[in-house]
């Protein structure tokens, strides 16, 4: 086994040389960090390629690609392709915006729910199908299932998961399709590398090597004889449990670091969502699992009826910020009567991001991504020096946003 990870690690090492001496490293939405940008980058670049009148220039070739492959029935030549489509004030049962929404003069529809990192909304699915019941795909990074919530409102009112929608990922379906599409432009430079760039993109997000040479190299060693094939299965076997003890191993961490900065200033970690062993666990074993986003709260601030807490959570990437309740009710952040908190938690730092949950969130400063794992940041943890360090230097940086917004929210 140890000669297999040897043997690996050398045509990973060599393959990695030849990547930096040929530029394949660079990739333009990374450089522009836009790599997770659900409406800007992914559902844009996806709309452009199914656009028959796109700037691609080649009419509906990549359309036709996509419904031959799911055998849909519909104009592709005289299709209209919307991004961010309104279809209506939100109730429960109707309204919202679609994230794609491709449609013909025949009534026959295709509309894409496009789901990077963004949770499930009440009855998106059930609102969506309501306004056209042709062809609903819900697209996410690894093909998950949508919370149970955003297809059914009540018993008169729901979608069969089985018929109604289906489930489609950026690790497979969607690749696949981006690589057809390439073939198709094989003779048209800008627009080949413009979709290898993104192709690049959705195989970093997914945790996949884009070398295929390096990758057929790896397992033409895996299988050149009955021992490595069967110490590759066994590797494969632990390789989940393994992410689950350095998920876990950061965690328990950081919480001990946590706890004891925030005692020095009178504050206490609360369980409202505290980690567990079996939330990490189910992180990875569960694709069906939807309250990904566990972690540390900690309140800081009360008056009247308003509460302020600090939260540290995993969804993909480890990120934290502050969050509003009033009454005890939560996901007002982003309404205007509470712009003046807003505003103080964004001159702390100007990276924080508003959200209707959040006043103010941010990543980590070291990314740390759990879902695709499958960067140095990540695998560094594995050495317990670096994970000590790693965990330092976020206690310091949360413990420093938590007294300077409670520095500012006492002159309130």
Same mark, same amino acid.
Do not use: S
């Given at each position: 086994m140890k000669n297999l990870l040897k043997k690996v690690a050398e045509i990973s090492k060599k393959y990695q040389h030849l990547a930096e001496a040929s530029g394949s490293n660079f990739n333009v939405f990374k450089v522009i960090n836009v790599t997770t940008d659900e409406v800007r980058l992914h559902s844009r670049f996806i709309a452009e390629l199914l656009n028959p009148e796109g700037s691609h220039g080649q009419q509906d070739v990549f359309l036709k690609l996509f419904t031959e492959i799911y055998k849909i029935e519909i104009d592709t030549k005289g299709a209209t392709v919307e991004v961010e489509k309104h279809v209506g004030t939100v109730t429960d049962t109707t309204g919202g915006f679609i994230d794609i929404f491709i449609s013909d003069n025949r009534g026959r529809a295709i509309t894409i729910e496009n789901k990077i990192y963004a949770s499930d909304q009440k009855s998106q699915l059930l609102r969506y199908y309501k306004h056209n019941e042709n062809n609903l795909f819900y697209l996410t990074l690894f093909g998950n299932e949508p919370a149970k919530y955003s297809y059914e409102f009540d018993d008169k009112n729901k979608l069969d998961p089985e018929k109604d929608f289906k489930l489609i990922s950026y690790k497979y379906d969607i690749k696949d399709w981006l690589v057809a599409c390439r073939k198709e432009a094989v003779e048209l430079p800008l627009l080949r590398e413009g979709i290898s760039h993104y192709l690049n993109l959705i195989e970093t997000l997914t945790g996949q090597s884009s070398n295929d040479i390096m990758n057929k190299e790896i397992t033409d060693s895996i299988v050149e004889n009955k021992e490595s094939l069967k110490n590759a299965s066994l590797i494969a076997e632990n390789l989940t449990a393994a992410k689950i003890k350095i998920q876990w191993l950061f965690w328990k961490s950081l919480k001990e670091k946590l706890e004891k900065k925030l005692k020095e200033n009178e504050l206490d970690l609360i369980n409202e969502k505290n980690v567990s062993w079996q939330n990490v666990r189910s992180y990875y074993q569960d694709s069906r699992n939807k309250d990904r986003n566990y972690g540390f709260m900690v309140k800081i601030f009360h008056k009247g009826d308003i509460s302020i807490h600090f939260g540290i959570e995993v969804d993909h990437k480890i990120f934290f910020g502050f969050t509003i309740e009033d009454d005890k009710k939560g996901g007002i952040s982003n309404q205007e009567k509470y712009s003046d908190y807003k505003n103080?938690?964004?001159?702390?730092?100007?990276?924080?991001?508003?959200?209707?949950?959040? @006043?103010?969130?941010?990543? +980590?400063?070291?990314?740390? %991504?759990?879902?695709?794992?499958?960067?140095?940041?990540?695998?560094? *943890?594995?050495?317990?020096?670096? @994970?000590?360090?790693?965990? +330092?230097?976020?206690?310091? %940086?949360?413990?420093?946003?938590?007294?300077?917004?409670?520095?500012? *929210?006492?002159?309130?």
């Open positions: 103080l938690v964004q001159e702390i730092n100007p990276n924080y991001k508003n959200h209707e949950y959040w @006043l103010g969130w941010r990543y +980590t400063e070291e990314i740390l %991504d759990f879902r695709a794992f499958n960067t140095d940041a990540v695998f560094n *943890l594995a050495d317990r020096k670096i @994970l000590d360090a790693t965990t +330092t230097t976020i206690t310091t %940086d949360v413990i420093n946003d938590i007294n300077q917004l409670k520095a500012k *929210l006492e002159n309130i």
